[in-house]
């Protein structure tokens, strides 16, 4: 089990906040979960499934997350990798028809001042 950065941490549906990945380990703490605080300014709150159509959609806008960066002790994701993605990037890539699914128990609650929370059912998929 991950360590924990704030044990208080509650996900989008009011209980508490489960891990995402540990491999890859991602969050901004890199504690497998999507926590966020002050530091994190992207709001990197949502637990996506990556597809190739969202990452080929981040790498057009910018954000190449398929590309190993190994200087950076990154392997770049591919598709069914889990991943914390900036709550305001997955509503611009379901603005444009690329938001990957994501997991519930696994997406921040502070995700719900960015999308609701029906819209985030709609494109739910089972931890």
């Not at 209980?15 to 703490?29: D, I, K, R, V």
């Not at 994190?40 to 398929?66: I, K, P, Q, W």
Request: aromatic share 6%.
């Amino acid at each position: 089990m991950t360590t924990r950065y704030d044990a208080g941490a509650r996900n989008v549906l009011g209980g508490e906040l489960a891990s995402c990945s540990t491999q890859p380990m991602t969050g901004f703490f890199r504690n497998g979960c999507c926590e966020t605080g002050a530091q994190d300014v992207g709001m990197h709150t949502v637990c996506a499934v990556m597809t190739a159509e969202f990452l080929a959609y981040s790498r057009a806008v910018g954000n190449d997350l398929s590309t190993p960066q190994p200087e950076m002790g990154f392997a770049g994701l591919k598709p069914g990798d889990r991943w914390c993605l900036c709550a305001p990037r997955w509503k611009e890539a379901l603005d444009a028809g690329a938001a990957p699914r994501l997991i519930l128990e696994a997406t921040h609650e502070e995700t719900l001042a960015i999308v609701n929370l029906g819209v985030l059912k709609d494109h739910a998929v089972k931890a």
